[in-house]
């Protein structure tokens, strides 16, 4: 619930003491800053009057992903606008997770006031150090510097699809992915992948596998932690993944070889939208059919439909219509 006061009647928490978690090592990369965006803050306000401010209190290191971890005080003032000129301000904090690139990993919005601290500092077991310091405007941040050779292992934050036959090309998104050497769709690798740039990359989703799994990064640093972001679902929707040949003629009678995926039990083979004069299941991987003819030259998508549903159509299987 937002709640509206006054500038002046908003107080930061009491100043406890926290216990420094472990002696590090001086770190060799410049200070990171740990922030909330703006728009996830116009999000828990759900105002964005005169511009969003905020003050970050870093409190540690979550034990289980190793991630530094903070409080956000996060406020705007708006004016109520009519006679007068009143204006008045929406305030909220939030406990927050950061990766190691500092991007937020979680958030969620506090009831109250919690207990910080603009002097912590502290290291986690690789000398990576999170610490506050008061700025010259008067507000605290929070600041996160990586220790000298300490290299973060990669961060799955979502998939798309996250839910696919396999075969398919499946965009993994997060952070670390520079130099990554592996993808595994649970306990199989992706038979190829490709860094697009440290925050995304794309792999085909391996054969042999049913059920929902966790899609895993390895890289430098080591290997993506387990996180809800990551599951990976295989359908066994029917996939057309090529056609020998993609052309012939306009008034049909072609026959044609479609490889892919899920092929066992198809019910339907269709020439953009028209079903195929006959066809046969030759295994879960291929089919022939013999396609319906049509008015005009034109470029069509082949599409196959089982049980389980109707492949999507791809450029993989376009089939050209001539004279």
Same mark, same amino acid.
């Given at each position: 619930?937002?709640?509206?006061?006054?500038?002046?009647?908003?107080?930061?928490?009491?100043?406890?003491?926290?216990?420094?978690?472990?002696?590090?090592?001086?770190?060799?990369?410049?200070?990171?800053?740990?922030?909330?965006?703006?728009?996830? =803050?116009?999000?828990?306000?759900?105002?964005?009057? %005169?511009?969003?401010?905020?003050?970050?209190?870093?409190?540690?290191?979550?034990?289980?992903?190793?991630?530094?971890?903070?409080?956000?005080?996060?406020?705007?003032?708006?004016?109520?606008?009519?006679?007068?000129?009143?204006?008045?301000?929406?305030?909220?904090?939030?406990?927050?997770?950061?990766?190691?690139?500092?991007?937020?990993?979680?958030?969620?919005?506090?009831?109250?006031?919690?207990?910080?601290?603009?002097?912590?500092?502290?290291?986690?077991?690789?000398?990576?150090?999170?610490?506050?310091?008061?700025?010259?405007?008067?507000?605290?941040?929070?600041?996160?510097?990586?220790?000298?050779?300490?290299?973060?292992?990669?961060?799955?934050?979502?998939?798309?699809?996250?839910?696919?036959?396999?075969? $398919?090309?499946?965009?993994?998104?997060?952070?670390?992915? $520079?130099?990554?050497?592996?993808? =595994?769709?649970?306990?199989?690798?992706?038979?190829?992948?490709?860094?697009?740039?440290?925050?995304?990359?794309?792999?085909?989703?391996?054969?042999?596998? $049913? %059920?929902?799994?966790?899609?895993?990064?390895?890289?430098? %640093? %080591?290997?993506?932690?387990?996180?809800?972001?990551?599951?990976?679902?295989?359908?066994?929707?029917?996939?057309?993944?090529?056609? =020998?040949?993609?052309?012939?003629?306009?008034?049909?009678?072609?026959?044609?070889?479609?490889?892919?995926?899920?092929?066992?039990?198809?019910?339907?083979?269709?020439?953009?939208?028209?079903?195929?004069?006959?066809?046969?299941?030759?295994?879960?991987?291929?089919?022939?059919?013999?396609?319906?003819?049509?008015?005009?030259?034109?470029?069509?998508?082949?599409?196959?439909?089982?049980?389980?549903?109707?492949?999507?159509?791809?450029?993989?299987?376009?089939?050209?219509?001539?004279?």
């Amino acid at each position: 619930m937002i709640r509206r006061v006054t500038a002046a009647a908003v107080a930061l928490a009491a100043v406890i003491p926290v216990t420094v978690l472990a002696a590090g090592p001086a770190s060799a990369a410049s200070p990171l800053q740990l922030v909330v965006p703006q728009g996830t =803050t116009f999000t828990i306000l759900g105002y964005d009057c %005169g511009g969003i401010r905020e003050q970050v209190y870093a409190n540690g290191f979550d034990p289980v992903t190793g991630y530094p971890t903070g409080d956000a005080y996060l406020s705007t003032t708006c004016s109520a606008g009519g006679k007068g000129g009143h204006s008045f301000t929406v305030w909220a904090w939030t406990a927050d997770e950061w990766d190691f690139t500092g991007t937020v990993v979680s958030y969620s919005k506090l009831a109250s006031a919690p207990a910080v601290n603009p002097a912590f500092s502290a290291f986690d077991a690789h000398g990576n150090e999170v610490y506050d310091t008061s700025l010259a405007t008067g507000y605290d941040q929070a600041y996160l510097v990586l220790a000298a050779g300490f290299v973060p292992a990669p961060r799955v934050a979502g998939l798309s699809p996250a839910s696919a036959p396999q075969g $398919t090309s499946v965009t993994i998104t997060g952070t670390g992915f $520079t130099g990554a050497t592996g993808v =595994t769709f649970g306990t199989r690798a992706a038979p190829s992948f490709t860094v697009t740039s440290d925050t995304s990359l794309t792999a085909i989703a391996p054969a042999g596998r $049913t %059920g929902t799994v966790d899609v895993r990064v390895i890289g430098p %640093g %080591g290997t993506s932690e387990i996180n809800t972001g990551d599951g990976f679902a295989f359908r066994l929707t029917p996939r057309v993944a090529g056609l =020998t040949p993609n052309h012939g003629s306009a008034d049909g009678g072609t026959k044609v070889t479609l490889t892919g995926v899920n092929f066992k039990g198809a019910t339907a083979v269709s020439f953009g939208g028209i079903p195929a004069q006959r066809f046969k299941v030759v295994g879960a991987t291929s089919i022939t059919a013999v396609t319906p003819s049509v008015l005009d030259p034109v470029a069509v998508y082949v599409t196959v439909t089982s049980a389980y549903g109707t492949s999507v159509a791809v450029s993989a299987d376009v089939f050209t219509y001539g004279n």
